[in-house]
C-alpha cells in the first residue's frame, strides 16, 4: 500500500473526484465530494463529505449522498457534482440528479446537523434542461443577490459553452432565467461554475474540458441578476492534476479555493485501494489587477523555497514531471518560489501565487 498523503485529504477506500459543497457550517470546514466508495475508479456517484478545524486535517463523515433515488439510478447515474448553502441554520445541498430515465435534473437535499441529510420530496427541482441548453446541464452553483437565489448551471449547445440561469425565492422553486454566459472559446461545454462576491465584484470560475493545463478559468466581472458581464480572466492554475475546484466563504471573510488534486485516466498508484484527493485550500484574492491563489496561512508553515523536483533558471522555471505529454514549465521572471510537497503529490506556487502548478507524481 503506498503512502498517504499527509496535508491533504484522500477517501479511506474508492474514488473521488470533484469537491461539492464546500462551506463553513457550524464553526467547522465541510467539504463533499464526487466518491464511489465501492473501488478506486469511476462509479455511480455518491456524495463523500469530510470536516476540518484548521484546513490541514480532516475528518472522514459518512457518506452524505447515496444514489438511492429512482432519478439517481443507473450504471451511469447518481449524485453528480454541485454547491451548499446555509438559509435559516440549515444546510442545503445543491446537485446534479442523474439517471438513465431522465437524464441529467438538478435536486435539492438538507440537514439540520451537516451530517445527516434529507433529499427534498419535491426533487428533482428542476426537471430537464431548457431549449437554450443540452443534455450536459449540470454541476449547479447557488448565490444570493439581492435577496434572492441564484443558480448557475454548466451547459452547451451547438459547440458553444454555456452558463444558465435560474431564479428562486426559497431555495426549492426555480424559473429559468437565461443565458448568463456563453462561449465558443470555454469548449463546447462548461462544466463545474462556481460564482460568488468577490469584493465590490463577482468572480465567476468554471472549467473546460479536454484541456491537459490551465483547464479552470476564473473571471472577475458584475452580475446583475440576468448576465455575468466579464471584465478580466485569469487562467494561474496550469498543473495537469487540478481540476473542477470550488470555493468557500470562512468567518474570516477569506475566500478558498479546493480543488480535485487528480486526473481522468490517470494510472492507480500501485497498490492502493482509492484515488484521488483535495488540492491544499488556497486563498484568492485581487492584487495589482493579478488574481493570486496561495495556500492559506494555515498551510504555509509547510512551504519550502525549493525542491529537488523543481529548477529554476535566469527566464523561467521547470518541474521534472516524468512521463507526461506536455512540459511543466513556466516562461518568466522567477522573483519567488514555493513549494508544497507531499509524499506523492507537489504544488508549486510563483511569484507569491500569481501563478501555480499541481502534479501528482506518484505511479
Known sequence: MPERLKYH????????????GLIFFKGRYHAFFQHY?????????HWGHCVS???IHWEELPIALRPDMPYEAGARGGCWSGSAMVKDDMLYLFYTSVSEKFGQTQSVACSKDGIHFEKYSGNPVIPGFPEDG???????????YQGRY???CGSGKDGVGRLLLY???DLLKWDYVGIMLEGEEYGAIIECPDICRFGDKFLLMFSQMNRNTHATMFVTGNFDGKKFTPEARFTPEAGPHFYAPKTLEDDKGRRILIGWLYAWGKKLDEGADYAGALSIPRELRLENGKLINFPMAEARHLLNNSDELVSVSSNGL????????FPLEYNGRVDRLDVLRDTKTIE??????????????AK
Do not use: C, H
Open 37 to 45: 466508495p465501492d473501488a478506486p475508479e469511476w462509479g455511480p456517484m
Open 53 to 55: 478545524d484548521d484546513l
Open 134 to 144: 443540452g443534455q450536459d446541464f449540470r454541476d449547479p452553483s447557488v448565490i444570493e
Open 167 to 169: 431564479v428562486s425565492d
Open 150 to 152: 441564484y443558480m448557475v
Open 9 to 20: 485529504f484522500e477517501p479511506k477506500t474508492g474514488w473521488m473526484n470533484d469537491p461539492n
Open 318 to 325: 521547470r518541474i521534472k514531471a516524468g512521463n507526461v505529454d
Open 348 to 361: 508549486v506556487f510563483i511569484n507569491g501565487g500569481e501563478d501555480s502548478f499541481t502534479y501528482w507524481f
